[in-house]
């Protein structure tokens, strides 16, 4: 079992900044990629960003590329997600994803709550 414990939501203007982290515990080496998902209301949860360990990889979707930046620290099992210029559509309840691309392995967080004012 992994156990995810998110933090930094909030309220923040049009045009400002928020800062997103997830503590990892338990299991850590049955997974190798950790992400941050979203869903707003009446909208389907969906990808905002993930890193894999295996590969060094991120991806990150359309409409948050160049304004977020998603980082993992590998010592501290912890993954954070950096939201610069956020707009009034961010606005979402952010879930911590961990899990495995090799096996079922899949949790998530509680979700925060980031909401953006315009």
């Known amino acids: 079992q992994v156990q995810l414990v998110e933090s930094g939501g909030g309220l923040v203007q049009a045009g400002g900044s928020l800062r997103l982290s997830c503590a990892a515990s338990g299991s850590i080496f049955s997974i190798n990629r950790m992400g941050w998902y979203r869903q707003a209301p009446g909208k389907q949860r969906e990808l905002v960003a993930r890193t894999s360990s295996s590969d060094n990889s991120t991806v990150y979707a359309d409409s948050v590329k160049g304004r977020f930046t998603i980082s993992r620290d590998n010592a501290k099992n912890t993954v954070s997600l950096q939201m610069n210029s956020l707009k009034p559509e961010d606005t979402a309840v952010y879930y911590c994803?961990?899990?495995?691309?090799?096996?079922?392995?899949?949790?998530w967080g509680q979700g925060t709550q980031v909401t953006v004012s315009s």
């Open positions: 994803r961990a899990y495995s691309s090799y096996s079922t392995s899949n949790y």
